[in-house]
């Protein structure tokens, strides 16, 4: 069974530059997350999706970062325009819902992102 | 979010059992707590995850006391590629859906010696 994957595993770009973030969850999971970690930081939740409903977003830093996951499958993460403080290891997980316990959740490799 | 506190780094022998020890005073009625292993370049792993007492599977166990403001992560007879860092999260439950929003800490740096 392939697990998670990101797209692409590392990306550079300028300030105020658009960059797209993706990640194809393990097939059935509803539960899909994003997580970031900046330089020198913990890693940081960011957003929980259930299927295509956003479930939680509180970790979302500010109005620059849309993340979709439109019918239910892979999601996006877009961050327009890009900062320097972006800058960090973006991951992706995704977990089955077990109708009640809490889910083991499976993370991908993450994106490098390099705002310069 | 209940906070959690465990060791900077740790450093142990090849063969050896190594126990990391994480605080979270603040737990509440419904965290559960997990551990998660993360190699470099690659996302964080499941190890194992328990509510109290102990759990036991083919990685490692988790111990749990009573009060369970801390718990302790026990790899048995280590080797060089358990050279990691290992993360102790202390999840809220949701009322949907039963998933745990983690948390991560600084988690601890171990490093395996030959």
């Known amino acids: 069974e392939a697990g998670v994957t990101q797209f692409p595993s590392h990306s550079v770009i300028e300030k105020g530059q658009t960059v797209t973030l993706r990640c194809d969850p393990i097939s059935g999971h509803d539960n899909l997350y994003w997580y970031r970690r900046v330089m020198g930081k913990e890693i940081k939740f960011l957003l929980h999706f259930v299927k295509e409903s956003k479930q939680d977003e509180s970790g979302m830093p500010n109005n620059r970062f849309l993340a979709e996951r439109t019918g239910g499958t892979y999601s996006t993460l877009k961050v327009q325009p890009a900062e320097l403080e972006d800058s960090g290891v973006y991951f992706c997980?995704?977990?089955?819902?077990?109708?009640?316990?809490?889910?083991?959740?499976?993370f991908g490799p993450g994106t490098r992102l390099t705002v310069l | 979010l209940a906070k959690t506190t465990q060791p900077i780094s740790m450093d142990s022998y090849e063969g050896q059992e190594v126990n990391i020890t994480c605080s979270h005073n603040n737990i509440a009625t419904n965290d559960y707590i997990t551990w998660y292993q993360q190699f470099p370049s690659q996302g964080p792993r499941f190890i194992i995850q328990g509510y109290k007492t102990k759990v036991t599977n083919e990685v490692a166990s988790l111990f749990i006391p009573a009060d369970r403001k801390s718990s302790t992560l026990s790899l048995p007879r280590v080797s060089l590629s358990d050279t990691a860092v290992y993360y102790c999260l202390v999840g809220d439950r949701a009322r949907t859906g039963g998933y745990q929003k983690v948390t991560f800490g600084t988690g601890t740096k171990l490093q395996v010696i030959p």
């Open positions: 997980a995704s977990s089955q819902d077990r109708g009640g316990t809490v889910d083991e959740q499976f």
